[in-house]
């Protein structure tokens, strides 16, 4: 672990990430980091003046991970010396938290920690909604996608207005953003029209549009979620027609071995008349569900990307949104091959320049955060020419 | 913007109201209407006109009661139908303010004292971030109070006059609408109108507010609004609640502005007591003054104390009374806020003598003559400079004299533990209906610092077999604001078989 963040862990371009910009602000040295340590030691509140004394720490206490909180309006490492009234977060980016496990009554393939290629679908699934929905309607443009390194992925929106959102408008944005409602005990976990069996807001219908096809390929193809007999017997309990149940379970019950596609068939058939029936278990099944604390609240501490996974070694890489379909979490690379890689390529070319992770399968995803702070230094020279002009 | 005078006159701070104030009394006191030719006032100019000292006291007096009934009403759960009740009746007596069609009104003044009372009180309630989230939040209900009942015309004009920087919009002109909508709606709306508004034909029209959707972040987290590249557009329907939201907003922003001018206002020595004095009404509410007994009445005798104590006293003296009968004295501060209690409640300077000789038994006459007595008499206005004291009022106990390790004056209710103020409501009103199970709620509104409405909830469950219901306080929803008007308003209830004289609760 130590050797992965000596060599490997991209200390430079995580602080322009979240520096915005070449020399430390308030960004970067009024920021909390959050070290856990072996045997579950949590030491908050350290900050940084620069990326170089970062680097230290962690290559001092060798943390198992460590996450990124909200820049204060004082440094974080001063806390005990500040008044409590001078002492509080003030910007910080939105972060959403998808994760498999919040699947688990819908998803048979896997449960619990597990993932594997078909039930990525679900995560697929959420962040074309998610992402469309972000930068379409809320008009942010400083998205990074990054896999948490084991069942679930992470949003970090950098814009500036992202970064100055209070408490209660990052509240008001997961509200928007949620659908999915109540616990285990709710059957019908999807109540968002306008007015009983009105219409969907118009957001809403929108993802209603994006998730339909998802819904066929993963609901019905993959993970064929209404074959078994408890599958379509939730499925029933879906529908407010008595009768319609009746007839369906009827049917279905008789069927040995009937198929989602075919059961789906038969509700809409029934569902004719009542098509927000049928898009409301469309959403149900496959609408995004947030961990709604993440994102409500600025002083929440998220991992830090490319952090290691401790159970499955995994980097916490960042993706690219629009080719998440194809994205296989089995094949981000672990700890062990990239310092693996990182061995053999020295001895091959043990003069290399350059950092090391550019000898590893590491690097295109270093890269693709490079880009990333690219559009961030562009916004940030534009904002400045903007206020040069104004004066 | 429309914030022009407050926000940018950074040369004209909010403490210049009353710089001039008394030293030059030449201020207009027809104020013509021009100057307020709305009855809804967004208070975004702050009054260019002298004010002298009492009218700055006064005005703000009054618009505290309005906002402390409005504060209570929200801590008891009022519907919105019965806070709306209760704070126009509010208003009616203290912070009246008539519509243009009102006739032989003096709107004007009426108006002016409103906006002098507001800019006031912001003076007073910057100061933490407590009060100034308290006031915020009492300010906009009243807002929306009145706003809810102003003349659909006039609120019309009041509105047109606004300018939020909130651009008009047809749905129409948002051109990628038709992807995502059923046919029905395309043509005019960016949002369903809801059935409540089917019958409305200016839900119709299309016409949508643009505003950034942090502004109406509200409406945004019930997708209420459409939302597009991070505008909002805010169908018709839903315009009050921006206006509202906008009202907050520019509200807060100029506390906190307030708040960093202040210092500069404590050179004025006069203004400061009254400003402190303000914001502590907000604790226990604004009382009527109790400073003498009752014109007419039964004489009440030094023997009857106790009986009335057990009977009709508030938590506060019964507890006094208590710690007088067990241990045979009192403290000095105990000794003022039992004394002066009971001179209002009617007891004779006669009386009180002989009550207090009684109570202090473990002590010689010549002591009690020579230590006790003449500040018996003092606090009668017998001695010293003759002054009629008033009894103390919740506020004054609650913020005054804070009470040490072995006092026993103050409020149970903001100066017990939790469990011992629980043990002692039950000890001292169970045999009056209270029971173990209101004190959740009762102890919730304690730890919310809502002392008086905990106080006023014990006076009502204790008072229900008189006929009390929930919510009706001393009468009228009114919450208790002084132990005096506790203990007049529970005799009252007993009816005269007791020998109470009527008494009016409200002086
Ligand atoms: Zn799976």
Redo the contacts with the bound molecule.
Sequence with gaps: MLAFYRMLYPFKPIFKWLNHEQAPTKLFTHREFAFTLQGDVYLRYNSFNTADELKKQVCALNPTRFEIGPMYTAKPKDKKTVRPAAFSPLKRELVFDID?TDYDSI????SGA???????GFIAAAVDVIDSAITEQFGFKELLWVYSGRRGIHLWISDPEAMDLTDEQRKAIVGYLTVIEGGKEMRNKVNVRMGPRGPLPPSLQSAVNTLDNHFDDLILDDQDCFRSDEGWESLLQLIPDRKAVDTLRKNWSHASQRSSKGAWADLKKHMKDYPAVVDDIILQYTYPRLDTEVSKHRNHLLKAPFCVHPKTGRVCVPVDAKKIHKFDPSRVPTVHQLLRELDAGASADSAAGGSAWERTSLKPYVEMLERHNATISTRVRQDKIKQDKSW | MYRSSEAQNSETPPGQVQNHSHKHKHSDPHTHLGDYPHRLNFYDKAPQFDVTLEEFEASALDRLRVLAEIESSIARNRTWEELKDMTTKQCRKYLCLDSNTARSIDWAAQRRKDHISHFVLRLAFCRSEELRRRFIKAETTLFKVRYELDDTEERRTFLSSLTFGWEEVNASEVKDVDKNFPEAEKLVNLVPVPPKYKDKPECYKGLYYKVKWTKVSELVEKRKVFLKGGYAYVPIWERDGIIFQEFETFLTGQLELTAKRLPRLDEDTRLVPILDNLSQGFLAGVSTEWASAPASGDEIRAEMIDDLAKNHFPMCMRNIHESLMRDRHLKHFGRLQYGLFLKVLGVSIEEAIVFWRKSFSGITDDKFNKEYKYNIRHSYGLEGKRANYPAKSCQQILVADKPGPSDCHGCPYRHFAPENLESALLSSYASHGLSSTDLPAIMHNVKEGHYHVACTRVFEITHASKGVKKGEGVGGGESITHPNQYAARSRELSGPSEGDARMEVES
């Design positions: 498999m998803r048979t393939c896997c597990g993932i594997c290629r078909r039930c990525w």
